[in-house]
């Protein structure tokens, strides 16, 4: 413990500590941002520094940035399950082996 004239750390009130703590004008603006899977329309909210100078009026009334994305977990095929293994394309890799069995190390 310290010495009894210095106030501690959670006597301050928030906000004093918090100006103590950040600097101003370096940190990017944080803040909440909706992206938009362009494949099947599946939006979602989370916070974020990425700049868009598009907008969107939610649901709920809030008009937040927007940030488009082609793929997202919901639309890509390993998250998906619908991702295709290159054994069951078409015997591709039996192809490939019988092709190329005869050639190999002499002896």
Not at 89 to 95: F, S
Request: charged share 30%; hydrophobic share 30%.
């Amino acid at each position: 413990m310290g010495p009894k004239w210095l106030p501690t750390t959670s006597a301050l009130p928030a906000r004093a500590r918090l100006k103590d703590t950040m600097k101003e004008g370096i940190h990017p603006n944080y803040r909440e941002v909706c992206f938009v899977d362009l494949s099947n329309g599946f939006k979602f909210v989370t916070r974020s520094c990425a700049s868009s100078k598009e907008t969107i009026k939610m649901d709920d009334g809030k008009e937040l940035p927007l940030f488009k994305l082609e793929t997202t977990s919901e639309s890509h095929p390993f998250y998906t399950g619908t991702q295709k293994s290159v054994d069951n394309l078409g015997g591709r890799v039996e192809k490939f082996r019988n092709k190329f069995a005869r050639v190999g190390l002499k002896k």
